[in-house]
Nanobody, 115 residues
Framework: QVQLVESGGGLVQPGGSLRLSCAASGSTFKISIMGWYRQAPGKQRELVATIISGGITNYGDSVLGRFTISRDNAKNTIYLQMNSLKPEDTAVYYC?????????WGQGTQVTVSS
């Protein structure tokens, strides 16, 4: 089993920044990819960013150039630095950890961008 605990969400004004964290515990040796997804009300869950053990990253088109994903392998933690936030970034952000044959989700953290 893998447990994922997210933190760092909150309310921010347009143009502001937030940093999300996701700490993994348990059988973390199984994990091959970690990432962030988000789901806004009435919309499907979408990719924000992923990162593999070697550091290769992938971003959703809507966040490219504004968000940065990183990981600290020693702490089994990934981060999402979100800059130039827009109201359309408002969503519940979920941490995801994948391994061959399955994956785990965190409980989600709310990010609200509003003036």
């Amino acid at each position: 089993q893998v447990q994922l605990v997210e933190s760092g969400g909150g309310l921010v004004q347009p143009g502001g920044s937030l940093r999300l964290s996701c700490a993994a515990s348990g059988s973390t040796f199984k994990i091959s990819i970690m990432g962030w997804y988000r789901q806004a009300p009435g919309k499907q869950r979408e990719l924000v960013a992923t990162i593999i053990s070697g550091g290769i990253t992938n971003y959703g088109d809507s966040v490219l150039g504004r968000f940065t994903i990183s990981r600290d392998n020693a702490k089994n933690t990934i981060y999402l630095q979100m800059n130039s936030l827009k109201p359309e970034d408002t969503a519940v952000y979920y941490c995801n950890a994948r391994f061959p044959g399955g994956g785990y989700w965190g409980q989600g953290t709310q990010v609200t961008v509003s003036s």
